[in-house]
């Protein structure tokens, strides 16, 4: 029997390695979004609790919704999913997560299929992988329950799917984008402006490659039917309740006369410099969302985004310039339209509201083409070293090798280390309300539990989500004459904050109770009676 090739044995040897590589990139971004699910961030936020009622609220009904109007309005696939694993997993904080997680790791592996396809090279498709699976922006998000880490995993897989069709002209690539991206308007609402990326993407198409219309039409049907497909319980919703389309939108506007005080153009353009000053100058001042001050790129993959944002920019413009001048069609200009057009459509969220900007969790659908930009700056590189000696491409690919290695340390380190254990984090999470439930955890089914808090119905959430079901009331201070105990000698008082005047009537109604302030770690501090 002859020996295969040794062309053929090197590029199987070649395709294992990739293999290795990817696996281990996803097992640590993996590692990095389920470490410590408990403790980091500190608490759960409100918002992220809301969304665990829904879903317990859904499986005890069974009234799975396609949208949920509490909490201003929300798409309702994520909770729904939550359900899912509340159903099968019981229910915990990391199950509340779960469907974050396992978004959040699929895209890394989306990043990868893309990039690889939209430049036919593993070595970028590995870089893009690795640098958003250690991206902070990328783990933060992927830790915390919302529906907005949905928009990264649907528009990477839409154009992978989408690139992948047209190169091979296959209608099942056709079908599988168009289904995803119809899954997109259920899940958050910064996606409703994606079809814009669409339609510039079209006329890229139209302009790069002959006859497309002619050669693609019924291509273009299929993605258009199987996106129509998926979305279509979404738009008869919204169809059925207009008022769920509008959500919260108009009262954040930038183009709202109560946001912008009568200056809209002046308000969006301010705007505009603040999405972009967050990727290298000044990041969303939300500790929820970021790292105050600090820019929400690290240092050598905001240098690395800047320059391969710029160098796709001029590379389109070249392809354009080319196509009219000289009427010369070259597909790469494609590959360049998606990623310019995507960065600045989904910035549009962000840029086009008045409220707390910078702001990146509304600028979550641009993530994946900051990442491909950096990675197309290393990539640069590499194939630069590619016509030198095999020295000087062993320094560079060190170098490239040990600036990927120090990207991923320093966001692990400042996620988990430093980010993780500051006191403005436990705040900006409510942790005080999360070591109340996991307190009353431990205790006794049958005991009462009476919380007094002025907190709103939203704030109430985590507790309510982690002690579910448990024997405890919510009594707000000025209905404090509600606190009945079956037994007098079974029950516990919870003060979510220090209210003297409550915390004087109940000492003096059960003076048998002893007080006490529970101080945790990192700005948690609530009071009991017990």
């Known amino acids: ?74 798409e309702g696939l994520f909770m729904n999913l939550i359900a899912f694993c509340f159903k099968f997993f019981g229910i915990s904080i990391l199950t509340l997560k779960l469907p974050a997680i396992i978004f959040g790791t699929l895209t890394i592996l989306g990043t990868y299929l893309l990039t690889k396809e939209l430049f036919q090279k593993e070595r970028i498709g590995l870089i893009a992988a690795f640098l958003y699976a250690t991206s902070f922006w990328a783990i933060n998000f992927s830790r915390i329950s919302f529906r907005a880490n949905m928009l990264p995993f649907v528009l990477v897989f839409t154009f992978y799917f989408l690139f992948k069709a047209v190169r091979t002209k296959k209608y099942a690539y056709f079908a599988a984008s168009g289904l995803v991206f119809g899954i997109g308007v259920h899940t958050y609402i910064a996606f409703r402006i994606a079809p814009l990326i669409l339609i510039a993407l079209l006329f890229s198409l139209i302009l790069s ?62 705007g505009f410099g603040l999405s972009l000053a967050k990727f290298n100058f000044w990041g969303d001042q939300n500790w929820r969302h970021n790292y105050p001050p600090y820019p929400v790129l690290d240092p050598l993959v905001g240098i690395a985004f800047l320059f391969g944002m710029v160098y796709s920019a001029s590379t389109l413009l070249h ?17 360049h339209s998606l990623l310019i057009v995507w960065f600045f459509i989904m910035l549009a969220p962000e840029f086009m ?3 707390g900007l910078p702001h990146a969790l509304r600028s979550i659908g641009s993530l994946p083409p900051v990442i491909i930009f950096a990675a197309i700056t290393f990539e640069y590189f590499l194939e630069k070293a ?10 560079v690919a060190s170098i490239v090798i040990l600036m990927l290695a120090s990207i991923g340390f320093f966001n692990s380190v400042k996620y988990h280390y430093f980010w993780a254990n500051k006191e403005k984090v436990g705040l900006s999470f409510n942790k005080n309300l999360t070591d109340i439930a996991k307190y009353i955890k431990t205790l006794p089914p049958q005991e009462e539990k009476f919380v007094i808090t002025s907190y709103n119905t939203l704030e ?12 405890t009331s919510f009594i707000f201070p000025d209905r ?12 516990m008082i919870f003060f979510t904050e220090y209210n003297q005047d409550a915390i004087r009537e109940m000492r003096q109604k059960f003076p048998d109770l002893a007080f006490a302030e529970i101080d945790n770690s990192l700005g948690s501090v609530y009071y009991i009676l017990k």
Request: aromatic fraction near 12%.
């Open 319 to 335: 392809f354009l310039i080319r196509r009219i001048k000289h009427r010369r069609r070259d597909l790469r200009m494609n590959i």
């Open 1 to 74: 029997m002859k020996n295969p090739p040794v062309s053929a044995t090197k590029e199987k040897n070649k395709k294992k390695l990739t293999y290795i590589l990817l696996f281990l990139i996803l097992s640590l971004g993996l590692f990095l979004r389920t470490y410590h699910i408990d403790t980091a961030p500190p608490g759960i936020y409100p918002d992220e609790a809301v969304n665990g009622q829904d879903a317990i609220r859904a499986l005890e009904t069974g009234e799975f919704q396609w949208f949920y109007p509490a909490n201003q309005g929300r």
């Open 480 to 491: 404090l004459s509600e606190i009945n105990p079956q037994n007098s000698r079974d029950f």
């Open 386 to 395: 590619q016509k030198n000696s095999k020295f000087y491409k062993k320094i």
């Open 209 to 270: 490659q002959k006859k497309f219309l002619r050669e693609y039409w019924k291509h273009i049907a299929v993605f258009t039917a199987s996106m129509f497909l998926a979305a279509s319980p979404m738009l008869y919703t919204f169809y059925a309740h207009p008022e769920f389309f509008e959500s919260r939108s108009d009262s954040i506007s930038a183009l709202s006369p109560a946001m912008n005080h009568g200056h809209p153009l002046l308000t969006v353009f301010e």
């Open 353 to 355: 509201t008045a409220e």
């Open 460 to 471: 109430k959430a985590p507790i309510e989500v982690l002690i579910h079901p448990n024997n």
